[in-house]
């Protein structure tokens, strides 16, 4: 059985040259022009016209534009050829002016842009934003850090908690499953969830939760989709804050009394989430939208 061949063009996949040039900037005229140069230097205005398929008044401008933008030279007089300058020289230019740019503009915008307050929620979709926003939630935190979590999901974020944990924040996990070894080590507070770590909902395999000072939250399905949502509303902290906090009170009870124990006062977990859980718990957060 043969290996399948791509068949791809590595510069089609790239963008042509000429579509790529008008991105930069180039007019429709000065990228015909420049392509036809690249092939034919040193070449003349009137060489150019040709080749590009330009009319002559056309190809004569966007020499001389190009001539401005420093993108070709003469080199020779009577006739006046031009070649290419140096494209690592040019380009390399043009984008240094570019990042210039666009980091005066994030600073005037971040400036003068309205405060939206901390009402919303915002809403985070695909794996870079997703992992830029907790990320950065972590990294705020001064003080604690709440989690809710399966290790698989949080293992990508090791080095920011490791890193939180350097700084003297404190850092509470409410677990499921295994792996939590070297994080406790480390210093984090490991709290099995339902004092055993046991992962009864679907919403288990998936969610993250996130809460920071008590101050700004995440919450999002982890896989196979990634979706999340982040807020600073107190209310809506509050809220989540306050379910990672009783699930860490309901483990240290379960610790303390034992699992057998609370058989013996017949009470059952799977009894419990029975007799008062929605059947459609934590379904819809696996299920991609």
């Known amino acids: 059985m043969t290996k399948a061949q791509n068949t791809e063009n590595p510069q089609e996949s790239e963008g042509s040259l000429l579509d790529n040039l008008t991105h930069m900037g180039f007019t429709g005229p000065e990228a015909r022009t420049y392509e036809a140069l690249i092939s034919a230097q040193p070449a003349t205005a009137y060489e150019l016209a040709k080749i590009s398929g330009l009319a002559r008044a056309n190809s004569y ?22 070649a290419i300058t140096s494209p690592q020289h040019f380009f390399a230019g043009i984008a240094d002016d570019i ?32 992992d830029d926003k907790v990320i950065s939630l972590i990294d705020s935190a001064r003080d604690d850090l709440h989690f809710k979590s399966s290790f698989e999901l949080l293992d990508p974020y090791l080095p920011s908690i490791e890193r939180a944990l350097d700084r003297g924040a404190r850092v509470t996990i409410v677990a499921t499953g295994e792996g939590w070894e070297a994080l406790q080590a480390a210093g984090a507070r490991i709290v099995p969830h339902e004092g055993t770590g046991s992962a009864p909902s679907v919403a288990n395999d998936v969610a993250l939760t996130v809460v920071a000072d008590a101050e700004a939250s995440f919450v999002g399905t982890m896989r ?24 860490i009170y309901l483990s240290e009870i379960v610790s303390a009394i034992g699992a057998d124990n609370l058989a013996e006062l017949g009470i059952s977990f799977e009894e419990l989430r029975e007799r008062y859980r929605p059947p459609s718990h934590g379904t819809r957060m696996a299920a991609n939208p």
């Open 99 to 130: 990042q210039t740019t666009a980091t005066k503009i994030q600073d005037q915008v971040t400036r003068s842009a309205k405060p939206v307050g901390n009402e919303f929620v915002e809403v985070l979709e695909g794996k870079p934003a997703v």
């Open 61 to 82: 401008n966007a020499v001389t534009n190009l001539v401005k933008k420093r993108a070709i030279q003469p080199i020779t007089s009577q006739p006046v050829r031009y």
């Open 224 to 247: 196979p989709f990634h979706r999340g949502y982040s807020a600073e509303n107190a209310t809506l902290v509050y809220v989540i804050q306050m379910m990672i906090l009783h699930e």
